[in-house]
Each structure stands twice: as structure tokens, then as C-alpha cells.
């Protein structure tokens, strides 16, 4: 079973930034792709950036030049830089692991809350 394990949430003023990391732990052959997710109250849940193993990044439009996606694939880690934030990028963010274990499989984080706030 692999777990995923975010950190780094919490509150901010307007402008300011954040760093949220997720650690995947247990047992797997590697991680073919990493996303974060959010979603807002009463909104889905939105792709916001995803990387994959080769570091090919992709971004939501509505985060593209202020966030940063990175892994370190010795710790099994996935960051997410944020920052020039704004009120509107409020939201629980988790994290997604494509993993392959037995076969492809993914993963969610438990979330962390975001929350842009003066």
C-alpha cells in the first residue's frame, strides 16, 4: 500500500507564498506522474500543475508563471511553489500519485487546507 503524506498548508496574506511538499511512502516500483489538485468550497476538485517522471510539467492556466511543480524522486517527494497569491487560490489542495505497484495505480494525499487571507 503506498501512502501520501502533504505538508506545508496553512494562511497567507495577498502576495505572499507557500510551499506544500508530498511524501509517498511504502511499497512501489516508482511514480510515473505526480498532480496537485484543489478544490474550493463548493467547486470540484481542478488539476492545478502535474509532472511526470521525465519532468515534463503542465499548469492550469489560472496558476501558470506564479506556481512551480518540482519532484525529487530519491525521497519521493512532490513540491508545489506558490506564489503572487491571491484570495481566489483558497482551497484544499492534494496531492495524486500514478504509482506503479502491482499494476498502474493512484494515489490521493489527505489534503491541506490553503487559505489567502489579509
Known amino acids: 500500500q503506498v501512502q501520501l503524506v502533504e505538508s506545508g498548508g496553512g494562511l497567507v496574506q495577498p502576495g505572499g507564498s507557500l510551499r506544500l511538499a508530498c511524501a509517498a511512502s511504502g511499497s512501489m516500483f516508482g511514480i510515473v506522474r505526480w498532480g496537485w489538485y484543489r478544490q474550493a468550497p463548493g467547486k470540484q476538485r481542478e488539476l492545478v500543475a502535474d509532472i511526470t517522471s521525465g519532468g515534463t510539467t503542465t499548469y492550469s492556466n489560472s496558476v501558470k508563471g506564479r506556481f512551480t511543480i518540482s519532484r525529487d524522486n530519491a525521497k519521493n517527494t512532490v513540491y508545489l511553489q506558490m506564489n503572487s497569491l491571491n484570495p481566489e487560490d483558497t482551497a484544499v489542495y492534494y496531492c495524486?500519485?500514478?504509482?506503479?505497484?502491482?499494476?498502474?495505480?493512484?494515489?490521493w494525499g489527505q489534503g491541506t487546507q490553503v487559505t489567502v487571507s489579509s
Open positions: 495524486q500519485a500514478a504509482a506503479i505497484v502491482e499494476s498502474l495505480r493512484y494515489y
